[in-house]
């Protein structure tokens, strides 16, 4: 059984996921309208015989086109783990994708030129407030670095093996992020889909363009879990949690699979076998 949605209006939070709110149309559009811009004007530039600028707004414009795209909506099954954690279930989660990676390097190496170039034209004007295009330039400088360091997350996160939620009978590995949170099933109390809102602090009013994020968490007793929840500013949550829109098998089927498992403790002694795989399949399996 799923929970049901919190309404998101005029709300930051709540219980329940909103997977597919409709604001993401608003994201798709203004990326596709910003892409073509940017396209018609790298079209022009090489018409005009400027070919390094219109490469250059050619390769922004696929950047930018991307964005909305970064998420993959392919359905991948559980899968029986054998590793250092022990023997059990893994629910996995999708990797960064390669073309948010791209997009990542390529507005990193832009921010990072950019500003470079500007510096040294800065240095050498000796009219003009060079004070302040050197602060500016700093700033965009370290966007960029700060850019590229998303991109090497990126890398190493598609590098690293067997991501996802793992279930052992003894208790549960979130290895979701660099560093794996663990605990006990003795120490869970329940498992907790729910969402947020984001928006700037002098932003006073929820608008229909606020991103949405969804999370996954699990209500452990506080002092049970080892690792660090590097989400949970962004949950707004101290219980171990994870993205939940990079769950990659059915989301909702894996709340109910988390929750079977934490309800019937004798029934854990089948994670890590083919009778778990099955279980989750039932779950999934459309309702007559």
Known sequence: MTDTPTPLTFRDSGAGWHLKPRRRFLLIGAATVAGAVLALAGLRALLLGKVAAGVLLLVLAAAVAVIPFGDSRRRLPPATYDGPEGRGTLLPI???????????????????????LALREVLHDRGGDRVLGLVISVFVLLLGLLLLVGAYGGVRSRMTPSKGILLTPTRVVLRTQTEPMVFGWEAVRGVWPHWTRQRA???LIPSPDDPIHNWLSFEVTPGAVQGVNALGRMARTEDPTLDAEKIASDPHAVVAFCRFYLAEPEARAELGTPAALARFRDLVAPVR
């Open 94 to 116: 999708h990797a960064v994708r390669v073309v948010s990676i791209l997009a990542l390097l390529v507005f990193g190496l832009l921010l990072v030129v950019a500003p470079a």
């Open 201 to 203: 602090v002098t932003d």
